[in-house]
């Protein structure tokens, strides 16, 4: 329940960090930066752990028919959440020394670059399968259906958005932006009151 309700509130973060740049900061020609990008990478971070408990406790939810896709999301999902946070650490130490000392042009991410490409594999491709799976590994009545909908929703929105860094048409990005950035908290939420639901049961 911690962790769902972290990728929840991670979520709202991330949208208010975007929506105070986009008040105060935004230009049409200038990418994100420092020090809402710094922030952004913290919560990506946060973010890629929560989502590592939400995988162990689905995985750990699952009952014997289910072990399979609930043990493929565990796996996926801290591979996902390894390289996410691999590229984080690399962008928030390495890049940003490398750029005050005038070695790089600039820290932050854009597109296309080795770094961002690794990212949206990350978040299109691992993110979308291990938020499959987790929908597959869901059983219950009722009250898991609206996390398992989620989940699913929230995957395929992910992977039809590895479409955007495979064609170079960026705007294809956005399907997989709308998965892990506004369905995923969503699911968090609805995972999170599965969770409880399951209490009375469990105890």
């Not at 939400?54 to 801290?78: E, K, Q, S, Y």
Request: proline share 5%; glycine share 8%.
């Amino acid at each position: 329940m911690a962790s769902s309700i972290a990728i929840l509130i991670v979520g709202f973060l991330y949208i208010g960090i975007i929506t105070l740049w986009l008040i105060t900061e935004a230009t049409p020609r200038e990418p994100i930066g420092d020090p809402y990008l710094a922030v952004m990478e913290v919560l990506t971070i946060v973010s890629a752990l929560a989502l590592v408990g939400v995988v162990i406790a689905i995985w750990c939810f699952a009952d014997a028919a289910h072990r399979l896709p609930a043990l493929t999301a565990l796996a996926i999902g801290i591979l996902a959440a390894g390289v996410t946070m691999a590229v984080h650490f690399v962008q928030l130490t390495a890049i940003r020394q490398l750029w005050r000392v005038g070695r790089l042009v600039d820290y932050r991410l854009v597109w296309p670059s080795p770094l961002f490409a690794l990212e949206y594999f990350v978040w299109d491709i691992l993110v979308g399968f291990t938020l499959l799976c987790m929908s597959f590994a869901i059983a219950g009545g009722s009250s898991a259906e609206p996390a398992r909908r989620a989940l699913l929703i929230g995957g395929v929105l992910c992977l039809a958005g590895v479409a955007g860094p495979l064609s170079g048409q960026m705007f294809l990005q956005n399907v997989a932006v709308l998965g892990y950035a506004v369905v995923l908290p969503i699911a968090g939420a609805l995972t999170a009151r599965m969770f409880r639901a399951a209490l009375p049961a469990a105890a």
